[in-house]
C-alpha cells in the first residue's frame, strides 16, 4: 500500500498526521509513505528525523500584503505542477491531508489525478484550506461533531475524534525529578501552547507569583520563542520554567491539574489522560476557533474555561486549588472527562480510508 500524507505549520497538524501513519504502519507491512510539506516549516526537520521520506514545496500563507500574495499564486501553481509530478512516479492509493495550506495543491492535484482523497480537520471550526478542498475530499473526518455543519462536500464525513489522544497514553511517563520537581508534591502544569503566547505569559505572570506559599509546585512551559521573557523574572522557588517539553505527553502524566490553551491536540491529550484542566483559548486564532474547541469540551462540563480577555490570576489560582483539594469535584470532572475519550481515533481513520480504497 501507499500513502501520501501532508500536513504542516505546526504541532497541532502535524502530530495527528504522524499518528495516522504509525497506524497505517503497524497496519500495512508493505507500506510505503511519502510526505509533502513545506520547504520552510518545522515539519521539514520533525518529519525526517521520524525517517519518513519528505518532499517539499514553496508555498506561503496568505496575508495583507498584496505583493507577496502574488508571489504566492505563482508558488501555488508550481508545487501543484510539482505533486502531480510526484503522484504520477509514486503512485498512492489515497492521499491523506491532516490541516495547514500545504495541503491545498497536494489535495488539489490528488483530485485531478482521481486519487482517493481524505482530510482531517482537528478544530470545532474548520480551517479555510480544509473548507476550501473539503470539494475534492471522498472522505473527511472530524474531531468535534459541529464541524460537519461547515463542510460543502459530497464526500462522507465521519466522527473520528482526534488521533493524538491515545498517542499521549502510550508515551512513557518522565521523572519529575530530571526537571527539579518534588515527587512528594502535587504539580500544575501550565502549557502555552507549541509556538508559545505572548500575551498568555504576561498575565501568567501575577498567577506564577500568588503560589508562593503553597504547598504544590508548578511548571510553566513557554514556548521557545516566548522563553526570554520570563529569563531575567523572579519567581518563588515552587515555580519552574521551561521553554519546551519533548515528551509533553510524558510530563502531563504527572500533572494533577493542567492550565491549557485548547488547540484540538492538547484537549484530546488531557482527555486521554484524564486531567482535571482549566482551558484559556487563545483569541489569535482563524476564526476563534479555540473558543469553539473549548466551548464544545466545557459544555460538557469536563473542562473549566476562562476567556483571556476575562482572565483573573485570582479566579484561576482559586480554580486551581479547589480542583488540588476538592476529591469530590476532582471526581465530577474525571467522569465527565472519560465521556469525551476516543481512543481509537486512527483505528477508525485507517478503516475507514482502508474500505474506501478496497
Known amino acids: 500500500m501507499k500513502l501520501i500524507v501532508s500536513a504542516g505549520g505546526s504541532l497541532g497538524h502535524i502530530n495527528p498526521a504522524l499518528a ?70 509514486f503512485r498512492p492509493d ?23 482523497t481524505f482530510i482531517h480537520e482537528q478544530n470545532s471550526i474548520p480551517g479555510k484550506t480544509n473548507r476550501v478542498i473539503a470539494k475534492y475530499a471522498d472522505l473527511i473526518g472530524v474531531t468535534f461533531l ?23 497514553l502510550l508515551k512513557p511517563k518522565l521523572s519529575k525529578k530530571d526537571f527539579g520537581l518534588n ?12 509556538l508559545g503566547s505572548g500575551s498568555l505569559n504576561q498575565k501568567m505572570k501575577e498567577f506564577l507569583k500568588r503560589v508562593e506559599s503553597e504547598n504544590f509546585e508548578v511548571l510553566y512551559i513557554t514556548g521557545n520563542a516566548h522563553f526570554h521573557e520570563f529569563m531575567n523574572e523572579s519567581f518563588p522557588k515552587n515555580v519552574i520554567i521551561k521553554p519546551y517539553i519533548e515528551n509533553l505527553a510524558g510530563m502531563l502524566k504527572n500533572a494533577d491539574v493542567v492550565i491549557s490553551r485548547a488547540g484540538a491536540a492538547s484537549l484530546f491529550e488531557l482527555i486521554a489522560l484524564e486531567i482535571p484542566s482549566i482551558i484559556i483559548p487563545s483569541p489569535n486564532v482563524a476564526y476563534n476557533h479555540q473558543y469553539y474547541n473549548a466551548l464544545e469540551v466545557c459544555e460538557k462540563k469536563a473542562f473549566i474555561m476562562m476567556e483571556e480577555s476575562n482572565f483573573d490570576s485570582k479566579i ?22 472519560k465521556k469525551l475519550s476516543v481512543l481509537d481515533s486512527s483505528e477508525i481513520i485507517y478503516k475507514e480510508i482502508k474500505g474506501m480504497i478496497s
Open 183 to 194: 515527587e512528594n508534591k502535587k504539580l500544575v502544569i501550565v502549557m502555552a501552547g507549541s
Open 316 to 337: 484561576l489560582f482559586d480554580q486551581v486549588k479547589e480542583l488540588l483539594n476538592d476529591k469530590l469535584k476532582r471526581y465530577e470532572y474525571i467522569k465527565e472527562i
Open 20 to 89: 495516522i501513519i504509525k497506524k497505517f504502519q503497524e497496519k500495512e507491512k508493505d507500506l510505503e509513505v511519502l510526505y509533502i510539506g513545506t520547504h520552510n516549516r518545522m515539519e521539514k526537520d520533525l518529519i525526517p528525523k521520524e525517517n519518513i521520506p519528505y518532499q517539499s514545496i514553496e508555498i506561503y500563507g496568505f496575508t495583507k500584503n498584496m505583493k507577496q500574495n502574488l508571489k504566492n499564486v505563482k508558488c501555488i501553481l508550481e508545487a501543484e505542477k510539482k505533486c502531480v509530478r510526484i503522484m504520477k512516479e
Open 94 to 116: 489515497v492521499v491523506i491531508g491532516v490541516g495547514g495550506y500545504v495541503t491545498y495543491p497536494v489535495m488539489k492535484a490528488a483530485h485531478k489525478q482521481h486519487i482517493k
Open 146 to 168: 459541529h464541524s460537519k455543519s461547515y463542510f460543502k462536500t459530497k464526500g462522507r464525513i465521519i466522527y473520528t475524534g482526534h488521533p493524538s489522544g491515545v498517542e499521549a
